[in-house]
């Protein structure tokens, strides 16, 4: 039974049935209007929502710019770019082939150092999925997925120097190993394309690619990489009507080249047997582009601490990301026992002792001003130098002393300068990470004694280098030793030259017997380029790398060639003008002893120009050492000879650095 009743309308006289109903409804609709509502309290906006909402607006902006990009006419980005900065020229391919010059000499390129893929044959079972994958180069997709999965994988065996077990990596083969470095960076494409103009095609190119990580000699031993190169070569030129090949080797790839000469024309078993008039029989000419014939001051700073400038800036910003183990990874650790597995970094390093790179107290380079702009000349002068030769206003550097513990220590006398000899300091074993640390490094046992004893000696030298990275490496170096040398030979005719450890040293092998051939160096200048460094010790910490380019080192102005703790001198940002230009410049300059048969070398020099504006890319005048491959003087120079002209042809000779001044500085026996 109910106990709630709805309460009777009053009854109205004469009222009809449904007025009564009509009457209980309008007072159930006042009753919900008068009665309150609760209030609805607004949404809060999270950290999640604007998250959100980010990731959509940028998706939107990435759709809608691309669908624009897909939607314009091929022509609207030169359509703009000539709005704004006036009429292009044409590509040197264009130019040339109404000019009309056409396709000659097969061309070889020979790729460096890092710009060649790689992919996997055979891996663990962490690399499953990635047959055949690009491990470098493309998008280093992997590196972001599984990265240390990736760094086993791009490892060597630290005691062969080879394949570790279960792990096969090799190189990309065809035009496509080293045309782009990754997606939009090119090396070899801008070039190939205007090959491409005058009638060349694949089979009159051909990409010499080999795996890079690997000793020269080494190549041959495992992948047989020499033969390949000398079988193509010789079907080159029997294909095409017996024209010569023009070489193209670029950066790491000259020294790679250097050692193939000696090689092919060597007997076999070492070498390939195909006598000593190979080369004059096969080549025209070899166009050296960014030749680090002398090495390279970056590799010492690569395998001391595996720094450079711009790693040394980071990591001055955030020492978190490389220094500490980030989301379980030791950035720079991983990446040092990565590359002190691959033994062609040890190319790098710099040759000639202090007879080249200077001592204590004098470099060839010594007076650089580097606030100068210099200008087109072919007689080494410079807008600062005056008739006598001299460079007054100019701040004498000390870039003999690659590596100094110490701004003041860059500067001063030696004669002021107190150095312990570390070679015969005892290393030890109290390393106080050696327990906590992953990542094998050779650091490790080194001992706190060791490290103390490197930072006492206080200055390195080009001579001296060697024997700290023989103390610090020991593992590195017994490798490196066996397939590479540093030296200047006494007696060329000694039979200890003979071996594949010297044939990739300028200083310490000769020319082949082909008069008939050429040699250019081609380089960019006008790029501050890394060439002494200042370094302190790093705070002991865990898995911790011992030694640090000192970044608060500054020279105080503006003119100065010290910041961020490295010396700067003229060069292409990664090779110094004295490593690509001397060889060419004095050693191998007319009838030498280590150019006997007196081939003609020619100095190329490209003066850097920056990019006038976003839309041109890279530049086509640059001379930085990858984006020279785009540079439009230098792709014209190599397609007319390429097209048969000679280095009289293009006018011998262009120098814009100081390039013959410094030669003449270094007392070589010739």
């Known amino acids: 039974m109910s106990f709630l009743r709805r309460r009777k309308a009053t009854e109205r006289p004469n009222a009809k049935p449904h007025d009564i109903d009509i009457d209980t409804e309008n007072d159930d609709i006042h009753d919900k209007k008068t009665k309150p509502r609760p209030k609805l309290r607004p949404k809060r906006w999270s950290c999640v929502d604007t998250c959100y909402w980010l990731i959509g607006c940028v998706c939107s902006v990435w759709w809608f710019l691309l669908f624009l990009f897909s939607a314009m006419p091929a022509s609207f980005p030169q ?92 190189p990309v083969s065809g035009l496509v190993a080293a045309d782009y470095f990754a997606p939009g960076y090119f090396v070899w494409a801008v070039l190939i394309a205007n090959l491409a103009r005058i009638g060349y095609e694949e089979k009159t190119m051909y990409m010499a690619a080999y795996d890079w990580r690997l000793s ?42 250097l050692h193939f000469m000696k090689w092919v024309e060597a007997p076999a078993p070492m070498g390939g047997g195909g006598g000593s008039d190979w080369c004059a029989k096969h080549i025209k000419a070899v166009m050296n582009i960014g030749a680090p014939f002398l090495g390279v001051p970056k590799a010492v700073a690569g395998l001391f601490s595996i720094e450079a400038k711009d790693i040394a800036v980071a990591r001055a910003f955030a020492p978190g990301v490389f220094d500490k ?35 204590l107290d004098w470099s060839p380079e010594e007076y650089f001003n580097c606030s100068a702009k210099k200008l087109k000349n072919n007689d080494t002068r410079t807008a600062d130098e005056n008739e006598n030769g001299t460079l007054g206003s100019t701040k004498r550097v000390n870039y003999g002393r690659i590596i100094s513990f110490g701004k003041d220590l860059a500067e001063i006398h030696s004669d002021e300068i107190d150095r312990m000899d570390f070679k015969g300091a005892a290393k030890g074993n109290n390393f106080t990470n050696a327990t906590k640390c992953d990542v094998w490094t050779e650091y490790h046992e080194m001992g706190i004694e060791g490290v103390k004893a490197v930072a006492d000696y206080k200055l390195y030298t080009a001579g001296s280098i060697l024997d700290l ?41 000769k020319l082949p017997n082909a008069s008939d051939m050429e040699i250019y160096t081609m380089y960019g200048v006008g790029v501050p380029t890394e060439r002494a460094y200042v370094y302190k ?34 060069g292409d940002e990664t090779v110094p003008v004295l490593s690509s230009g001397f060889i060419c410049a004095k050693a191998w300059r007319g009838k030498t002893r280590f150019n006997p048969s007196g081939i003609r070398t020619f100095v190329r020099e490209y003066d850097h120009a920056p990019p006038a504006n976003l839309l041109e890319g890279r530049g086509t005048q640059s001379g930085a050492h990858v984006d020279i491959m785009g540079n439009f003087a230098l792709i014209e120079d190599i397609i007319r000879v390429a097209a048969g002209a000679t280095g009289e042809d293009l006018g011998g000779d262009r120098v814009y650095s100081d390039i013959f001044k410094w030669s003449e500085k270094i007392n070589l026996r010739l």
Request: hydrophobic share 35%.
């Open 325 to 359: 183990d980030v989301f379980g990874l030791q950035t720079l650790q991983h990446m040092m026992r990565m590359t002190r597995t691959w033994d062609s970094t040890m190319s790098m390093i710099p040759k000639g002792g202090d007879t080249i790179w200077g001592g």
């Open 537 to 570: 010790l790093t705070p002991a910490g865990e898995c911790y790398i011992p030694f640090q380019i000192d970044t608060s080192a500054e020279g105080g102005s503006e003119e100065s060639c010290l910041k961020g703790g490295v010396f700067s001198v003229d």
């Open 469 to 509: 990275l023989r103390y610090v490496a020991p593992k590195l170096m017994a490798r490196g030793d066996a397939h590479f040398s540093y030296g200047i030979a006494d007696n060329l005719d000694d039979p200890k030259y003979e071996h594949y450890k010297y044939w990739s040293n300028p200083l310490e092998t």
């Open 216 to 257: 020269f000699q080494n190549t041959e031993v495992r992948d047989q990489t020499l033969s390949r190169i000398k079988s193509n070569i010789e079907l080159l030129v029997a294909t095409n009507g017996g024209n010569k090949v023009v070489v193209l080797p670029h950066s790491m790839g000259v020294l790679y080249f």
């Open 79 to 170: 359509y703009v770019t000539e709005a704004i900065t006036g009429p292009l020229p044409d590509p040197p391919g264009v130019k040339l082939k109404k000019e009309g010059l056409t396709a000659m000499h097969p061309v070889v390129f020979v790729p460096g150092i890092v710009t060649g893929g790689l992919e996997l044959w055979e891996g663990h079972q962490c690399a499953e999925g990635l047959f055949r994958k690009r491990l470098w180069g493309g998008t280093f997709g992997e590196l972001y997925r599984r990265p240390l999965c990736w760094a086993e994988h791009m490892s060597l065996d630290n005691e062969t120097g080879l394949d570790p077990s279960g792990i096969r990596v090799r």
